[in-house]
């Protein structure tokens, strides 16, 4: 089955900081999602974004669907931006696979 | 913002016990899925319907799992006899297919579930 990778798999950032976080995949995808997981265990969407570029206030994503890769940029982190970061890819069979995570520390 | 809603939000039940998760999707959307994260793992598919009937399913959604849509609302995730291996987050979600191209997921809150 399709591998997703997720790199770095932990980021400690200071407030007002910016990172960019990387997802690799191995095969061909109909759909590509970013999710933050928060303290509380929550999934929320923050993106969907099988190609293209997609901008949401501080967070964008770009994803390059013919060589394989999503970024998710975050731009003047905030400490309510702590918390783990998935992606997940679907390959046209219904069903999300989800990458390891990058567990985000933003400190004050 | 139509949302994911699930019940309950904790669940902790013995060994053997059964287990029902309630969720009830988006009121447009057509597909029905259920994750599980055991904690500190990433998330896993276990199980996607669509028009009352099991579209794909996991190598861990075994004949201990059911899934049901009792009415016009509901989506259920049924454990039969819990192990204490089930312990998870377990997320219900829906979306509205759009065709060639998966449609946007959107997740419930979870329901977090303790076997002892």
């Known amino acids: 089955g399709i591998q997703v990778e997720q790199s770095p798999p932990d980021l400690i950032l200071q407030e007002g900081a910016n990172s960019t976080l990387r997802c690799n995949f191995s095969?061909?995808?109909?759909?590509l999602q970013w999710f933050h997981q928060n303290p509380w265990g929550q999934l929320i969407n923050l993106f969907y974004?099988?190609?293209g570029t997609k901008q949401n206030g501080r967070l964008s994503a770009t994803t390059v669907a013919t060589e394989r890769y999503s970024l998710l940029y975050i731009s003047s982190s905030q400490t309510t931006d702590s918390g783990v970061y998935f992606c997940?890819?679907?390959?046209?069979?219904?069903?999300?696979?989800f990458g390891t995570g990058t567990r985000l520390l933003v400190s004050p | 913002e139509p949302e994911v809603t699930q019940t309950p939000s904790h669940q902790v039940t013995q060994m053997g016990q059964e287990v029902i998760l309630r969720c009830v999707p988006i009121?447009?959307?057509?597909?029905f899925y259920w994750y599980r994260q055991i904690l500190g793992q990433k998330v896993e598919f276990l199980v996607s319907?669509?028009?009352?009937?099991?579209?794909?399913k996991s190598e861990i959604f075994d004949d201990q799992f059911s899934v049901e849509r009792p009415d016009g609302s509901n989506f259920t995730l049924k454990i039969r006899s819990t192990k204490l291996e089930d312990s998870a987050m377990y997320f219900c979600?829906?979306?509205?297919?759009?065709?060639?191209?998966?449609?946007?997921?959107?997740f419930g809150e979870g329901s977090r579930l303790t076997v002892l």
């Open positions: 979600a829906s979306s509205d297919w759009q065709g060639l191209l998966s449609g946007e997921l959107f």
């Open positions: 095969d061909s995808v109909n759909n």
């Open positions: 974004i099988p190609s």
């Open positions: 997940a890819v679907d390959t046209g069979f219904q069903k999300l696979v």
């Open positions: 009121s447009n959307h057509l597909y």
């Open positions: 319907f669509y028009n009352n009937e099991i579209s794909e």
